[in-house]
């Protein structure tokens, strides 16, 4: 992890991946999805708090008439003036006007959590890496598959990409 990370609340958004129910409901590592699900609702009302825009990905499967049970979003978690996004593949720029949205809100910095760590949020991190955004990653609004998994991402990609940070480590301050 590194030190704590201060937020320009003008530039920067909150994103978060694949919060639905079947995911969330899903076996995963390190923690529940519902330890991440509680863990990205108290940052996206600090984000709201702070005016900052909160992004809420989801996927639907395509080529198929009907999504399968449980694939929306979390009851409760989007809010009036939230974005919310629609993907077709693992990451969340391809093809769905994210980047777009993000460039007219002035959002030069994303902070990352989601469900599959190493998956949807590590496939939007890297997208987001090469269009030029300062990349943040919450360590604990995170979970994947196995243990394994997560840690790779969180120890040795995400440095790589970014400031990886527990909740605790963020705060807003003017930039």
Do not use: C, W
Request: net charge negative; glycine share 12%.
């Amino acid at each position: 992890m590194t030190a704590p990370v201060t937020l320009d609340p003008a530039r920067s958004a909150l994103v978060l991946v694949d919060l639905m129910d079947r995911i969330v409901a899903l076996p995963l590592e390190p923690r529940k999805g519902t330890e991440v699900l509680t863990v990205a609702e108290e940052l996206a009302s600090v984000f709201r708090a702070a005016g900052a825009p909160v992004v809420l990905i989801r996927v639907e499967r395509p080529g198929v008439a009907e999504q399968p049970p449980g694939s929306g979003l979390v009851a409760g978690l989007a809010q009036d003036g939230d974005v919310e996004i629609v993907k077709r593949t693992i990451g969340g720029f391809q093809g769905t006007g994210l980047d777009d949205r993000l460039r007219e809100l002035g959002v030069t910095t994303l902070v990352f959590g989601g469900i599959a760590t190493n998956l949807g949020v590590e496939s939007t991190a890297r997208a987001a890496g090469d269009l030029g955004y300062d990349l943040v990653f919450v360590e604990d609004a995170m979970a994947a598959f196995t243990a394994a998994e997560h840690e790779a991402s969180v120890r040795l990609d995400f440095p790589r990409l970014g400031s990886v940070v527990r909740a605790a480590g963020l705060t807003f301050g003017r930039g």
